[in-house]
C-alpha cells in the first residue's frame, strides 16, 4: 500500500513560515518555524536563491518570512529574498530579545533559532531598507567622512612624533597654523632641523598628509556633482536655505534619510538620527542623561557642526541659544 503524500503546489496555502538567518561570510544558520513547530535547522551556503529555491520546493503556497542581523553583510540579500517572494527584514542586534541563557551561550544555531522565534512573535522591527542607488550614494558621502577622519589622524601622529621629540610648535608658529594644518606649518614641518631617520618619518607622514587632502578635494567634486543631480537638485537648494546648512550638510541629510515621509512624527526622526537622550524612569524619579551612541553618526556630527554655525547667523536661534546656556553647558545648549 504506497502511503506517500503528494506535495502540490498549493499543499501550504495559508500557512506561515518563519525564517532566523544567522548570518556569515562563509555560511548561513538557518531555522525554520512553522506556525505551531519547528521544521528544522541547518546550514547552507549564503545564497538567498538557495534557501527561497528551499522554500518553494518544501513548502510550496506558503507564506515565507525571514530576519537576520544588520552587520558586515549588509542589505543585498534582505533585497534579493524580496524580490523572490521571501518577505525579509532586517534588525539592530540590540534590539533582539535576548534570555539570560541565550547570552551566557551563544552559539549560531541558538541565534537562528531566536530570530526565528521572535520573528514569529512578532517582537521584531525592521529597519528601513533603502535602494541599491540611496545605498551607493550614502556610500560616497561615509566615504568623504573616513578621509577626513584619516586626515586628522595623520595630523595627530606628526603631532605626537614631535611631542615625543620635544619638538614645540607653539614657540615658532601661532597655535591657528598648526591646528588647521596651514602652508605655513606644513612649510615649517619640511625644514626644521632633526635626526635623518626623523626627517624621513615626518616627511612620509607629510607625503601621506598631502595626498588624503588631494583625494579629499577629488571626493568633494563627485559629492557636488551628486547634489546637482535630478533626484536631489530641487530639495537640495532647499535645505540651503535654512541656517547654518552648506552644501555637505544638505547632501548628508538627503542621502542619509532618504524618504522622509516614512517618518511619521518628528520623534521618530530623532530617534533615527539619534539626537535624543537616554532616561531611566523609576517610580517618581526620571533620570535623563547624554545622547545616545546609535543613530546616524554622520548625520549626528553633520547637524551638530551646522548648529555652531546657524546661531552665528541666525538671531532667534542665538536668543534660544543664549537662553539655554545658563541651564547647562555649551555643548548641550547646542
Request: glycine share 6%; with cysteine.
Amino acid at each position: 500500500m504506497n502511503t506517500q503524500i503528494k506535495v502540490s503546489e498549493e499543499s501550504f496555502n495559508g500557512q506561515s513560515f518563519y525564517i532566523g538567518i544567522d548570518v556569515h561570510k562563509l555560511s548561513w544558520k538557518v531555522t525554520i518555524l512553522g506556525q505551531e513547530y519547528e521544521h528544522k535547522t541547518m546550514s547552507q551556503n549564503p545564497d538567498p536563491m538557495l534557501l527561497a529555491r528551499y522554500m518553494n520546493k518544501n513548502f510550496p503556497g506558503g507564506s515565507y518570512y525571514a530576519v537576520y542581523e544588520a552587520g558586515f553583510s549588509g542589505l543585498e540579500a534582505c533585497r534579493i529574498l524580496n524580490q523572490l517572494g521571501v518577505n525579509c527584514i532586517v534588525v539592530h542586534a540590540p534590539d533582539i530579545p535576548t534570555s539570560h541563557k541565550e547570552k551566557m551561550q551563544k552559539t549560531d544555531k541558538a541565534d537562528s533559532r531566536k530570530l526565528a522565534r521572535s520573528l514569529r512573535n512578532q517582537e521584531l522591527n525592521g529597519i528601513h531598507i533603502p535602494d541599491r542607488q540611496l545605498e551607493a550614494d550614502r556610500a560616497l558621502v561615509r566615504q568623504r567622512f573616513r578621509l577626513v577622519k584619516e586626515i586628522i589622524r595623520t595630523k595627530n601622529r606628526i603631532k605626537s612624533l614631535l611631542f615625543q621629540f620635544g619638538i614645540d610648535t607653539s614657540s615658532e608658529l601661532p597655535e591657528t597654523q598648526s591646528r588647521y594644518w596651514t602652508k605655513a606649518f606644513i612649510d615649517w614641518l619640511k625644514i626644521i632641523p632633526v635626526e635623518d631617520s626623523l626627517r624621513k618619518t615626518i616627511d612620509n607622514y607629510i607625503r601621506f598628509g598631502e595626498f588624503q587632502k588631494t583625494e579629499l578635494l577629488k571626493v568633494n567634486k563627485q559629492l557636488r556633482v551628486l547634489a546637482k543631480s535630478d533626484q536631489y537638485n530641487k530639495n537640495y537648494v532647499l535645505l540651503k536655505t535654512i541656517p547654518g546648512i552648506g552644501p555637505l550638510a544638505a547632501l548628508t541629510f538627503l542621502v542619509q534619510v532618504g524618504d522622509i515621509s516614512r517618518f511619521s512624527k518628528l520623534d521618530e526622526l530623532c530617534n533615527y538620527i539619534g539626537l535624543v537622550p537616554r532616561m531611566h524612569s523609576s517610580g517618581d524619579t526620571i533620570r535623563v542623561g547624554s545622547i545616545i551612541n546609535r543613530g546616524r553618526k554622520e548625520l549626528k556630527s553633520i547637524l551638530i557642526e551646522a548648529s555652531w554655525q546657524a546661531i552665528r547667523g541666525d538671531p532667534a536661534l542665538m536668543l534660544k541659544f543664549n537662553e539655554l546656556l545658563p541651564k547647562m553647558n555649551r555643548n548641550k545648549a547646542i
